[in-house]
């Protein structure tokens, strides 16, 4: 694993937009990096470049060309299905809590059933056409896929729906990605949109204010 040091914090919702994060991110959203003189954003385009500067071990994105290519279709597939479906039910959920504070109104309940439709049809295809029967998704060891599938996941884990419920396969899986990186590692990772519905509680809804072009566009 790659080792780092986190330089600045950048806490979004209490509008740290200034001009210097503006400088490594134009769009003022995370990840971003800054690597000497060259910045990038998008997490899949810094694990993409992270991976070929330090030589990561190969199987994290293999150079065979066909477990690349199972890597890419996973990366590539994720944008319109996984992302946005797991991302939805972590804004309806959690900022359920929150909307009610910047709109003034509730999450409507066919926004909800829609979402979770939604939300099990990826994960439907995830098991079905990405794991099939292989423990990873590029194969038999773990990759950067695996690493962008699981993250997706728990973001509705973390607003309270349990997606590896009554689903072995994915349940296995997710085990298996954490015996991989290591228990420890997995935990910190995700610790904070694991408790991201107690943070919700107490939130000042005054803050989300410019979040809300966003929520209506997006959700309501």
């Given at each position: 694993y790659l080792k780092y040091q986190?330089?600045?914090?950048?806490?979004l919702v209490n509008g740290h937009y200034n001009e210097d994060f503006g400088k490594v991110s134009a769009w003022r959203k995370v990840p971003a990096i800054k690597d000497g003189d060259f910045c990038l954003c998008e997490s899949v385009a810094i694990m993409m470049y992270l991976v070929e500067k330090y030589n990561t071990p190969d199987n994290w994105y293999p150079a065979d060309l066909q477990k690349r290519a199972r890597v890419n279709e996973y990366l590539s597939w994720q944008h319109?299905?996984?992302?946005?479906?797991?991302?939805?039910?972590?804004?309806?959920?959690?900022?359920?809590?929150?909307?009610?504070?910047v709109m003034g109104v509730e999450?409507?309940?066919?926004?909800?059933?829609?979402?979770?439709?939604?939300?099990?049809?990826?994960?439907?295809?995830i098991e079905e056409n990405f794991l099939q029967?292989?423990?990873?998704?590029?194969?038999?060891?773990?990759?950067?896929?695996?690493?962008?599938?699981?993250?997706?996941?728990?973001?509705?884990?973390?607003?309270?729906?349990d997606v590896f419920e009554k689903r072995?396969?994915?349940?296995?899986?997710?085990?298996?990605?954490?015996?991989?990186?290591?228990?420890?590692?997995?935990?910190?990772?995700?610790?904070?949109?694991?408790?991201?519905?107690?943070?919700?509680?107490t939130m000042d809804g005054s803050k989300l204010q410019h979040f809300k072009p966003k929520i209506l566009k997006t959700f309501l």
């Open positions: 986190l330089k600045y914090w950048i806490n319109s299905a996984m992302r946005p479906h797991g991302s939805k039910m972590f804004w309806l959920k959690v900022r359920g809590l929150m909307i009610p504070k999450v409507p309940q066919e926004k909800m059933d829609a979402a979770i439709e939604d939300l099990n049809g990826s994960l439907k295809l029967d292989r423990p990873f998704i590029a194969g038999d060891q773990i990759s950067l896929a695996d690493l962008v599938a699981i993250v997706e996941m728990m973001q509705p884990v973390g607003a309270g729906l072995p396969k994915l349940s296995a899986w997710r085990d298996r990605v954490r015996d991989a990186i290591g228990s420890e590692l997995f935990d910190e990772a995700h610790q904070g949109i694991l408790s991201a519905q107690e943070m919700a509680k």
